[in-house]
């Protein structure tokens, strides 16, 4: 059976998340339901990430194996077509080879996440940033992520219900940068804890609000400790933006588990 692999964006927020699950719209639900709708079959459409309910992706990816051997601008287009009006889309539709799974082939994984720090609140990005309506120090927050760099136990930055084996993660990127009222979180690691990214940023956006210094943000890593995680910053604004296969040209982070955030 010819497996594809699919590139998708999506807004994740009528979502009850990637997963499907027994009540509540997910992404990977009405994916397959599209497959269904396009070639009568329901083989299954595996994640790289199982992004949670209201995070969204610009560069998530799946794959799926089909009985009969479509060629791919077909499979994009039809999927699309089956789709609508659910806000979900195939970028791309790729032939792979038997053996890629598009979760455990990855060798990386790619989020960003994005702040909006002015008194007005968002009319055109509802959803989709977190509105904090005051300004935010973004170069302490930036010099303060780099003390988080690297392997460490990010016991105090994972959700309580985390069923990764281990609190070890190794951080490849944890940067923050500034466009006009926008703060850009961008973070990049083999695979990531349920809830990483969502709670360094709130952390960070202690920093930047000037309550935390970059020593107190140590030290809460430091400590493995939940308790010591500032507030998890919602899923608004939080964007899957890329996963990491071998071939690609960038450096391969050390072995990990899973991609959920």
């Known amino acids: 059976m010819p497996r594809t692999k699919l590139t998708l964006e999506y807004d994740g927020t009528p979502f009850v998340g990637w997963q499907r699950q027994a009540e509540g719209l997910s992404v990977q639900g009405?994916?397959?339901?599209?497959?269904?709708?396009?070639?009568?079959?329901?083989?299954?459409?595996?994640?790289?990430?199982?992004?949670?309910?209201?995070?969204h992706a610009t560069g998530q990816v799946?794959?799926?194996?089909?009985?009969?051997?479509?060629?791919?601008?077909?499979?994009?287009?039809?999927l699309n077509a089956h789709l609508r009006p659910h806000p979900v889309a195939v970028l791309l539709a790729e032939r792979v080879a038997d053996d890629f799974d598009a979760r455990f082939s990855a060798i990386g994984r790619r989020y960003r996440y994005l702040v909006l720090d002015r008194r007005a609140p968002p009319a055109l990005d509802r959803h989709r940033v977190w509105h904090v309506p005051r300004r935010l120090d973004a170069d302490a927050m930036h010099a303060a992520a780099q003390g988080l760099l690297g392997r460490h136990d990010f016991t105090t930055f994972r959700a309580a219900a985390c069923q990764a084996n281990s609190p070890v993660r190794t951080l490849d990127v944890l940067s923050v940068t500034r466009d006009g009222d926008r703060i850009a979180v961008e973070a990049a690691a083999r695979s990531f804890l349920h809830n990483q990214v969502r709670s360094l940023v709130g952390s960070l956006v202690q920093v930047g609000e000037g309550r935390w210094s970059a020593a107190d943000l140590r030290a809460a890593l430091d400590a493995r400790d939940r308790a010591r995680c500032g507030p998890v910053a919602p899923p608004d604004g939080l964007y899957l933006t890329g996963v990491v296969y071998p071939g690609a040209g960038e450096v391969v982070p050390e072995a990990g588990a899973d991609g959920k955030e």
């Open 30 to 55: 009405v994916l397959e339901d599209a497959v269904f709708a396009f070639t009568g079959e329901r083989p299954g459409v595996r994640g790289a990430g199982r992004t949670d309910a209201g995070v």
């Open 62 to 78: 799946a794959h799926l194996d089909l009985s009969r051997d479509w060629q791919t601008d077909r499979i994009r287009d039809a």
